[in-house]
């Protein structure tokens, strides 16, 4: 069967080992995930997937958590992915939690990197007003600013910039208007695979106090939390290879 999907549209490093498949952050890409699989593609085989309406991969007709995560899981079965560990961040980890709780999932392992919660995102009226400014280099840079402690090296400054004007303008105004308040929290509690989250305390985005008030209780009981702090949202930007070394520590157990 012909692949509808562009091969631009996903990102791979590494041919050998178990297989990693990373969402990436409202307004990112699946290149935003380099610096990070770069580290581990000795290791594992790292695929980095746009979601639909971002990177420049097409957006779909109805975005929602249920159809972007179908899109998804579309784009792996043609890719001949299974048994693989689901990586999500950000807007990428509420998509991720979506699949995992799917019947006849694949996924081994979850993790969650500072993911929007399963339920909804407490954004003041305000913010979500200045989230609809797209595209706008004001708005981007600003984006950046609000969201990263740690300082960006050139290359990934610039490519946090030019993501936001790769996304899709509908699919930019669905998220902070519905995506953000779909719950799937009915659906989150019963995960059977282990479920890994990673939240820092100086997050603007999604706040710690998010993670254990709305992200922590609607998943299973058993799910493991790894707190750090000195870094702001942008993980895979920010600390690459800190992200790198403790998704290695994370997925050997």
């Known amino acids: 069967m012909e692949n509808p999907f562009s091969t631009d549209k996903v990102v791979q490093w590494g041919n050998n080992g178990p297989v990693l498949v990373f969402l990436h952050y409202y307004g990112g890409s699946a290149q935003t995930w380099q610096w990070v699989a770069q580290k ?26 249920a159809n972007m995560a179908a899109d998804i899981e579309q784009q792996l079965q043609y890719l001949g992915i299974t048994d693989y560990t689901l990586i999500g961040h950000s807007m990428g980890g509420k998509i991720a939690m979506q699949m995992a709780a799917n019947p006849g999932n694949t996924i081994k392992k979850l993790v969650l990197l500072a993911p929007s919660p399963p339920t909804f995102e407490k954004i003041p009226e305000k913010e979500i007003q200045r989230m609809l400014d797209h595209p706008s280099g004001e708005a ?83 799910t493991r939390l790894i707190t750090t702090h000195g870094i702001g949202h942008l993980y895979p930007l920010e600390a690459p290879g800190w992200l790198a070394e403790l998704l290695k520590i994370v997925l050997a157990k």
């Open 40 to 65: 581990l593609a000795d290791q594992y085989r790292c695929v980095a997937i746009n979601l639909p309406g971002f990177g420049g991969a097409a957006p779909l007709e109805k975005p929602s958590i």
């Open 140 to 222: 981007a840079a600003y984006n950046i600013k609000k969201n990263t402690i740690q300082p960006l090296g050139t290359e990934q400054y610039a490519l946090a910039i030019d993501t936001n004007y790769m996304a899709d303008g509908s699919t930019w105004r669905w998220w902070p208007l519905e995506g953000i308040n779909h719950s799937i929290a009915d659906l989150t509690k019963s995960l059977t695979m282990p479920v890994t989250v990673i939240a820092s305390k100086d997050d603007a985005a999604i706040t710690y106090e998010m993670v254990t008030d709305e992200v922590m209780p609607n998943l299973p009981s058993n």
